[in-house]
């Protein structure tokens, strides 16, 4: 048997040896190690053998059992070392080559011009709010003191959901006022931009969605200068320092008194070119002092608290900022348009 035993040994080392590859070693370790392997069968016959035999044949076949795994593992090793060598052979990478050119994207210019806007409010200490496009009439017109026979509420001029007329598409941000001041309270200083709906012909000005920015602050003692030193700060903030901005009465039914607030032409300096259409003016935005009944609306005693409210369109700013005379390029999203920016 110890013959037998050594001859297993021997065989089994010189075929690990030889073994190329994980599935080899598999095998042999099953054809040496295994329930039904060379060793093992050996091992079934040491029942036939004496005392003083037993034990030293038992020693020996550990010792084999011992040295046959200690072989796989090394071989192992040095097979999956191969490998790996191989594998690093085949990939090689040339890193000197030059990559592959992901197309990277930019902001929409308009949401940059927004961007810029709102950093130059949160600068003056204004929050920014959002409220929902979905809105409640009774927050898009009612609450904002909105006559029940406003040509606004008419189903001609804006997108009702319900037959009722109570939900709609918003169709000015204004509503925002109410939902801030009924949320957060007073005092407050916020601005609100987003989307805003209206039954418009598609043209070079007009789009059935567009953008609308709201203002509003609300604080004891404040007043119409308060109105015209943000919005002129504002104003000169972007468009520079040197910009002439001029107030002209006007009416809302959420302000009183209520204005609207022209830049001077910064294509021609006021004397009348096709940007201004000969006015010397632009119109930018409508303004006014918060209507006591809006602040009663909100919970806000008109007695103790004043404030001013605005609002403007986003494109129109955007259009002008960048020279862009069609508001349609902006919504379509051609990207040998937006590439420009
Ligand atoms: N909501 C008005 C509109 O869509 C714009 C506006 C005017 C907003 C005066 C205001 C304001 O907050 O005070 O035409």
New binding site residues.
């Given amino acids: 048997m110890k013959e037998q035993l050594e001859a297993i040994r021997k065989k089994a080392i010189e075929a690990i040896g030889g073994a190329e590859a994980a599935a080899d070693l598999e095998s042999l370790r099953v054809k040496y190690l295994g329930k039904k392997g060379e060793l093992t069968a050996v091992l079934k016959q040491m029942g036939g053998l004496s005392a003083e035999l037993r034990p030293v044949i038992g020693q020996l076949a550990n010792e084999v059992r011992a040295s046959v795994e200690k072989a796989i593992e090394a071989q192992s090793a040095i097979v999956s070392e191969r490998a790996l060598a191989a594998r690093l052979e085949a990939e090689t990478l040339d890193v000197t080559i030059p990559g592959k050119k992901v197309p990277q994207g930019h902001k929409h210019p308009m949401y940059a011009v927004l961007d810029d806007i709102k950093e130059i409010f949160i600068g003056m200490g204004f929050e920014i709010f959002d409220g929902p496009e979905i809105e409640r009439a009774e927050y898009n017109f009612t609450k904002l003191n909105a006559p029940e026979d406003h040509p606004s509420r008419d189903w001609t001029d804006t997108f009702y959901l319900t037959e009722d007329s109570s939900v709609l598409l918003r169709?000015?941000?204004?509503p925002v006022?109410i939902r801030a001041m009924e949320t957060h309270g007073v005092p407050i200083r916020m601005i609100s931009p987003g989307r805003?709906y209206r039954k418009d012909e598609v043209d070079a000005t007009h789009s059935p969605m567009f953008h609308?920015i709201?203002?509003?602050v609300v604080d004891k003692g404040i007043t119409m200068a308060d109105l015209k030193g943000t919005l002129n700060t504002i104003i000169r903030e972007i468009y520079g320092p040197e910009t002439k901005t001029r107030f002209r009465p006007h009416h809302?039914p959420?302000?009183e008194p209520?204005c609207e607030m022209d830049i001077q032409c910064h294509k021609c300096g006021g004397v009348g070119c096709p940007t201004c259409k000969g006015e010397g003016w632009i119109e930018l935005?409508?303004?006014?002092m918060?209507h006591p009944k809006v602040l009663r609306n909100c919970g806000v005693d008109p007695e103790e608290y004043s404030g001013?409210?605005?609002?403007?369109g986003l494109e129109r700013l955007a259009l002008g900022q960048y020279k862009i005379s069609d508001m349609r390029l902006i919504f379509e999203n051609d990207i040998r348009f937006l590439e420009q920016f």
């Fill in positions: 169709s000015q941000t204004s006022q805003v609308q709201e203002g509003l809302f959420f302000t209520s935005l409508g303004a006014g918060v001013f409210a605005f609002g403007f």
